[in-house]
């Protein structure tokens, strides 16, 4: 990356850009930050990266009020209208006031000032929740059944809101107990998660969920083949659970079978899979061809401590510590922007600065810088 790169402030992006989902007109991979066309930090308000591999990719960027989209649109996650795939952010039609955006493995979330949540993309489970399945919607509709929600998020195949009055409703598939409701059973419509309340902010992970309570405590449910649900097990739960240790959280990142969690002293904790190194562990033996330890409960990551904005991917994760962007783990595709594609389990440098925000794809293996 070059210093005019970093001076002109546009958004970065690294690693997997099979479906275009590095935003720069091309469909190739990038080892290292390249900026984004026509779109600068500065009027980026949020970002969020979807995709369930390298080749499904798509992100959604919330500028002002509205929605730009760019990547992979096989089954209409960009929200045009279309299903051809985009190399460039190009603005989501349909969408207006909106203040949360998320992406899921191929399909999309937005929510307005209002509280009503749209839904477009990918459909098998019923994930867009609109009482169907087995088809997909190329463009937003609004998801209904649901009081006034503050907060969204998607996961691979299903989605949760965050109402108003501290309840969370949950829809898509539920083979792995994502849905908390009980079941295992998909819905195509909003279902409340059970015995959730007062709760703070919600986080999705490929297969898995979290909860921030409003005293600072996580819930988790869902998959727990890596223990991604740090309740000291292995086994998945259909109703939300107790993350172990934790507490005083204010913040609850979830990757795809990895989470972190910030306390309100800047002190990180992690779990769940860990076997590039996510979890920065000083005790793990880092040669090659060593395997590393999953975490059924959470470590404290003394490395990450005080970090301003950190991110999960699906094997790798990221994070501006003093202003400083450092990234770690699984490095297939050079999503780790270091100009190799050689895994690091400890942290490296990148050269960017003046950057507040960093961001992963939920699966596909990119990294984007804001």
Not at 11 to 19: I, K, P, R
Not at 182 to 187: C, E, I, K, L, M
Not at 351 to 360: D, I, L, N, P, R
């Given at each position: 990356?070059t ?7 546009s ?9 275009g989902q590095?935003g ?6 990038s080892?290292?930050p390249?900026?984004?066309t026509?779109?600068l930090?500065?009027d980026?308000?949020q970002?969020v ?30 929200g ?5 795939d985009?190399?460039?952010?190009e603005?989501?039609p ?5 203040k ?9 979330l937005?929510?307005?000032?209002s509280?009503?949540?749209y839904?477009w993309?990918?459909n ?5 929740g ?8 190329t463009t937003p ?5 649901m009081?006034k929600v503050q907060?969204?998020?998607?996961g691979s195949d299903?989605?949760l809101a965050?109402?108003e009055?501290?309840k969370v ?12 409701n ?6 195509s419509?909003?279902?409340q998660?059970?015995?959730l ?7 999705a992970g490929?297969h898995?969920?979290l909860a921030?309570?409003a005293?600072g405590t996580?819930?988790?449910?869902g998959?727990?083949l890596y223990?991604q649900l740090g309740?000291?097990?292995?086994k998945?739960?259909t109703v939300?659970?107790d993350?172990d240790?934790?507490?005083?959280v204010?913040?609850?990142i ?6 972190y ?5 800047g002190?990180?904790?992690?779990w769940g ?6 979890l ?7 040669d ?5 330890t999953?975490?059924t ?5 003394a490395?990450l ?9 699906p ?7 003093g202003?400083k ?7 297939e595709e050079?999503q780790?922007g ?8 400890v942290e490296?440098?990148l ?10 794809s ?9």
């Open positions: 990356m210093d005019a790169q970093t001076a002109t402030g958004v970065l992006s690294w690693g997997a850009g099979d479906a590095l720069n007109g091309t469909s190739t991979d080892y290292s390249a900026s984004v026509s779109l930090r500065a980026v308000d970002l990266s979807g995709g369930v591999d390298a080749t499904s990719g798509f992100v959604l960027a919330r500028t002002g009020r509205s929605v730009k989209s760019w990547g992979d649109n096989v089954a209409g996650q960009l045009n209208g279309g299903t051809t985009h190399a460039v952010p603005t989501v349909r969408l207006s006031n909106i949360d955006i998320a992406a899921g493995g191929m399909h999309a937005a929510l307005d000032t509280g009503q949540v839904s993309g990918d098998p489970y019923g994930q867009i609109n009482n169907r399945t087995g088809d997909h919607r509709d609004r998801v209904l059944g009081p907060q969204i998020a998607a299903f989605s965050l109402l009055n501290g409703y949950a829809w898509g598939r539920g083979i792995h107990g994502q849905l908390g009980g079941s295992r059973a998909t819905s419509v909003p279902r998660v059970t015995g309340e007062g709760i703070a902010a919600i986080a490929g898995h969920a921030l309570t005293d996580v819930k988790s449910w998959y727990n223990g309740n000291s097990s292995n998945s739960s939300p659970v993350v240790l934790v507490e005083d204010s913040t609850i979830a990757g795809a079978h990895h989470n969690a910030i306390t309100s002293n002190t990180v904790w992690g899979n860990n076997h590039y190194g996510q920065l562990k000083a005790d793990e033996n880092f090659t061809n060593v395997s590393r999953n975490r409960t959470p470590v404290e990551i490395r401590k005080d970090a301003q904005s950190l991110t999960a991917g094997r790798h994760g990221a994070a501006i510590i202003g962007v450092v990234t770690w783990g699984n490095n050079g780790l270091n100009g190799t594609t050689t895994s690091a389990y490296v440098n050269t960017a600065t003046g950057y507040t925000k960093v961001t992963t939920l699966g596909s293996n990119t990294t984007y810088l804001h």
